[in-house]
T-cell receptor, first 113, second 114 residues
Framework: GQQLNQSPQSMFIQEGEDVSMNCTSSSIFNTWLWYKQEPGEGPVLLIALYKAGELTSNGRLTAQFGITRKDSFLNISASIPSDVGIYFC?????????????FGKGTKLSVIP | KAGVTQTPRYLIKTRGQQVTLSCSPI?????VSWYQQTPGQGLQFLFEYFSETQRNKGNFPGRFSGRQFSNSRSEMNVSTLELGDSALYLC?????????????FGAGSRLTVL
């Protein structure tokens, strides 16, 4: 099936540092979304992107929909301990249902106080 | 406003048994989607229901089935359980106008198959 290659798989950073993670694919996506999952919980939507080139911010989070429609990145500025969790990118392939998303394998973020 | 509620949260079954998982969506949400989450494969789409009809189905064997009731609550069933079915099963609901592709997930039902 279609795959989203998400990197890095894990990150250990100091509190206050900026973080960057990305997803790439050989396929074009109509939509890119970024979710965060904490232990014992389901994923929570952080940012949704709908147009190629779109750059959207949500507080300290910024994400972009790549021009080629095959990639997206998420940046977190000035990380804090509550940023700990697993971050997933997800996308909707052309022809797929609106809620039939393809997910990356996740980036596990650890923040050292 | 209550979130997406999934029951049971944890369950243990043995190979060959069958299991039914339940999902109550956010009030007013009529679309319910199910995903399987495993360490190896990540999150994979199972199926989506809207107004009691299955609109989309992922690439899973026929042992995986689901249904939706008139009150939008949904159930999924896995028959003849295999060890590889051990996973976190996530339900998500969606509402028109909430933004395309926006899923609100429940906390999941963690199934262990022995």
């Amino acid at each position: 099936g279609q795959q989203l290659n998400q990197s890095p798989q894990s990150m250990f950073i100091q509190e206050g540092e900026d973080v960057s993670m990305n997803c790439t694919s050989s396929s074009i996506f109509n939509t890119w979304l970024w979710y965060k999952q904490e232990p014992g919980e389901g994923p929570v939507l952080l940012i949704a992107l709908y147009k190629a080139g779109e750059l959207t911010s949500n507080g300290r989070l910024t994400a972009q929909f790549g021009i080629t429609r095959k990639d997206s990145f998420l940046n977190i500025s000035a990380s804090i301990p509550s940023d700990v969790g697993i971050y997933f990118c997800a996308g909707q392939l052309p022809g797929a249902g609106s809620y039939q998303l393809t997910f990356g394998k996740g980036t596990k973020l650890s923040v050292i106080p | 406003k209550a979130g997406v509620t999934q029951t049971p949260r944890y369950l243990i079954k043995t190979r060959g048994q069958q299991v039914t998982l339940s999902c109550s969506p956010i009030s007013g949400h009529r679309s319910v989607s199910w995903y399987q989450q495993t360490p190896g494969q990540g999150l994979q789409f199972l199926f989506e229901y809207f107004s009691e009809t299955q609109r989309n189905k992922g690439n899973f064997p026929g042992r995986f089935s689901g249904r939706q009731f008139s009150n939008s609550r949904s159930e999924m069933n896995v028959s003849t359980l295999e060890l590889g079915d051990s996973a976190l099963y996530l339900c998500a609901s969606s509402a028109p106008g909430a933004g395309a592709n926006v899923l609100t997930f429940g906390a999941g039902s963690r199934l262990t198959v022995l």
